[in-house]
C-alpha cells in the first residue's frame, strides 16, 4: 500500500502512541475514570480497528495523527518525531495561559506547594 504526503507511518510513532496511550489510561485512572481503545475511538470518530491498526503499524493520516495527539495529552512534535519532552504542555486557551503565567509568578515553594495539593 503506496502512502500519500498526507499519511505518516513508522514503527516509533506506534512505540510513542501505545506510551501516550498507557500515560492517559493511567491519568484517567487517577481520577476514578477508565479510559479505552474503544473509548478512543469513539471520540476519535474511528472503528475500534482502525485505532488497532494505529496502535500496530504507526501509519495514519497526518490530521488524525494531530488531533490524535490533542486526545492523548502529548505534542504532534513528540508522537511524530520523539523530539521534546512528553510532559510538555499543550496551552490551547488563553484561560490556562493566563493561570500558568500567574503560577510561573509564584515562589517556587509556593509552586511546590500548589502541585503538592
Do not use: C
Amino acid at each position: 500500500m503506496e502512502k500519500t504526503s498526507k499519511e505518516v507511518s513508522n514503527r516509533g510513532l506506534a512505540i510513542r502512541l501505545k506510551y501516550a496511550f498507557e500515560r492517559k489510561v493511567e491519568r484517567e485512572a487517577e481520577h476514578g475514570r477508565k479510559y479505552t481503545k474503544s473509548l478512543l475511538a469513539l471520540k476519535m470518530n474511528e472503528s475500534r480497528q482502525v485505532i488497532q491498526q494505529w496502535f500496530r503499524s504507526g501509519s495514519m493520516d497526518k490530521f488524525k495523527a494531530l488531533r490524535l495527539s490533542e486526545e492523548l495529552g502529548v505534542t504532534i512534535d513528540w508522537l511524530l518525531t520523539g523530539r521534546y519532552d512528553i510532559d510538555t504542555i499543550t496551552i490551547t486557551t488563553p484561560r490556562v495561559k493566563a493561570l500558568v503565567a500567574l503560577f510561573q509568578q509564584l515562589e517556587p515553594e509556593d509552586q511546590e506547594h500548589i502541585y503538592q495539593e
